[in-house]
C-alpha cells in the first residue's frame, strides 16, 4: 500500500483466495475507461441483424410474385434476414390454406440463399415466416 502511495496510483487485488493475495499496483480510473473503450469496441464490430420484410397477398399473381422473390435473393445475399408475410383483409381469411402453400413455394424458391426459420405462423390476419441467410462460406 506504502508503493501504491508513493506511486499516487491504486492497489487492486487480483486474487484473494491465493495465500498471500496478489494485488497489482494500476491506475484503476484508467483501467476501467479501457475496459469501457474495448467493450464498446466490441459491441460495434458485432454483427447487426437487419430484417426486411415482404408482403403481399393470399391471391398475388405470378409476376408479383416473382418480383417480390427477386428482392428477397437481393436482401438474402446482403445478409438480412426476411420476413415474408401474407395479410388477409376482409374474408380472404378463407384462403389460409393457399396463403400458407405460397409461403412454403416462397422458402423451396429461396433455398439457395436462405432457409426457413420457422414454419408459416397464422396471427390474426397476417400469416408470416422467417428467413435467415446462408452462412457465407470462406
Not at 40 to 59: D, H, L, Q, T, Y
Not at 88 to 106: C, H, T
Amino acid at each position: 500500500m506504502a508503493m501504491a502511495d508513493e506511486l499516487g496510483l491504486d492497489l487492486v487485488e487480483i486474487t484473494a483466495k491465493s495465500d498471500p493475495p496478489v494485488c497489482k499496483i494500476l491506475d484503476y480510473s484508467k483501467y476501467l475507461y479501457q475496459q469501457r473503450k474495448k467493450a464498446k469496441e466490441m459491441k460495434s464490430n458485432s454483427a447487426k441483424i437487419v430484417i426486411k420484410e415482404i408482403r403481399f397477398g393470399p391471391n398475388t399473381d405470378e409476376h408479383d410474385f416473382q418480383f417480390k422473390l427477386k428482392h428477397a435473393q437481393e436482401f438474402l445475399q446482403e445478409g438480412s434476414k426476411v420476413k415474408a408475410s401474407i395479410f388477409f383483409r376482409g374474408r380472404s381469411i378463407q384462403f389460409a390454406d393457399q396463403g400458407e402453400k405460397q409461403l412454403l413455394r416462397f422458402a423451396v424458391e429461396l433455398e439457395d440463399y436462405g432457409r426457413a426459420e420457422n414454419m408459416p405462423v397464422l396471427e390474426g390476419k397476417r400469416m408470416t415466416m422467417m428467413l435467415a441467410p446462408l452462412k457465407k462460406k470462406q
